[in-house]
């Protein structure tokens, strides 16, 4: 019998990504919208064929009235998909709250945290999530606008680290299509239809000018894009792995590159392997393409000696005539490089 195309699209994503083995479990993300119940299904269509056990996982973020029916409609049709239901909830206003990086991006960091948890408790291999075809050419043009570089063009991947993505070569209007044939409802998320949103900007209006007047493949079009520069991101990510630890060392909880050496390499390559660099010591939240190109200004300049710049995450850059130095900020130190705002 012939595999069901969203079930045949999912199947093969595994097959690349290597997960999950025989007997190895994966959690699955679900929202209750239509691309999550979509892959929700396929992959429990897939369980027995692939010998691997599912667990669906439920985030109410508390933020609307409706989202306790959220987690009562997932969890009805995990029972009806026999597939083991884990829900939880969040603090996601008080997140919010603490940190400056405004609602989504609490709701974002809760969800994931949430969903390593699940990951954990039961002891999966992966975490499955359903963004499509549709959101990787959203993701593209929200960084475009913002002014990213390629590795912020090649948007999201089929799997980064614990996360996969089976559906990324899957347009929405397919998974439609799965869920009228297969008779599955879904939930509406109200604030997907916000027109204060920028991503619901380029979804409603954008995109579809895009699709009308230049190319009504524009979609497919975006993704394959973001894929290519995927490939040529990941090259030179690799080169800058290389690069870090051949002129780097580690001092303590520093990390000390060759300032010279950093100077002279291509720029493309000096500003990922800085990147890299900042995600060895501390991670990228905060930075973007201003504190980079500010860094690589003073390793660049005649005499940097004695330098000191504060960046996000509680870090510092210190300078000597050989040595570019990424460490813990010093006590007293409050001010932060100055940054670009554009993306990285």
Same mark, same amino acid.
């Given at each position: ?65 409706? #989202? ?91 799997? #980064? ?184």
């Amino acid at each position: 019998m012939r595999m069901p195309f969203l079930a045949a699209a999912v199947d093969r994503a595994l097959q690349s990504a290597g997960l999950p083995a025989r007997g190895e479990t994966i959690v699955v993300g679900l929202s209750g919208g239509a691309d999550s119940i979509a892959l929700a299904d396929a992959l429990a269509s897939l369980r027995r064929r692939r010998g691997f056990r599912l667990v669906a996982a439920h985030l109410d973020h508390g933020l609307r009235p409706g #989202s306790a029916d959220d987690a009562a409609f997932c969890h009805v049709l995990c029972d009806a998909l026999a597939v083991p239901f884990r829900g939880g909830t969040a603090p996601v206003r008080a997140r919010a709250r603490r940190e400056t990086g405004g609602l989504e991006q609490a709701a974002r960091g809760e969800r994931y945290a949430f969903l390593r948890r699940v990951r954990d408790d039961e002891a999966a291999v992966a975490i499955a999530v359903a963004h499509t075809e549709d959101d990787q050419a959203e993701t593209l043009l929200l960084r475009l606008l913002r002014g990213a570089g390629a590795s912020g063009l090649a948007a999201m991947r089929p799997r #980064s680290g614990d996360l996969l993505r089976p559906l990324l070569g899957v347009s929405r209007a397919r998974v439609l299509e799965h869920l009228r044939e297969r008779g599955l409802g879904w939930r509406e998320d109200p604030s997907n239809a916000d027109p204060t949103h920028l991503r619901n900007r380029v979804r409603h209006e954008l995109l579809p000018y895009l699709e009308q007047r230049f190319n009504p493949r524009i979609r497919e079009a975006l993704a394959r894009t973001a894929a290519l520069l995927a490939d040529e991101a990941s090259h030179i990510g690799r080169q800058a792995e290389l690069l870090v630890q051949t002129i780097g060392s580690r001092e303590g909880g520093a990390l000390v590159l060759d300032r010279l050496l950093l100077a002279a390499a291509p720029v493309a390559l000096a500003r990922a392997a800085l990147r890299q660099a900042l995600q060895e010591t501390g991670g990228l939240t905060g930075v973007d393409r201003g504190h980079v190109e500010r860094v690589l200004q003073l390793c660049r300049s005649e005499a940097p000696s004695g330098r000191r710049l504060l960046l996000p995450g509680g870090r510092e850059v210190r300078f000597t005539h050989h040595a570019v130095r990424l460490e813990k900020r010093a006590a007293g130190a409050t001010k932060a490089v100055s940054s670009s705002r554009q993306g990285p």
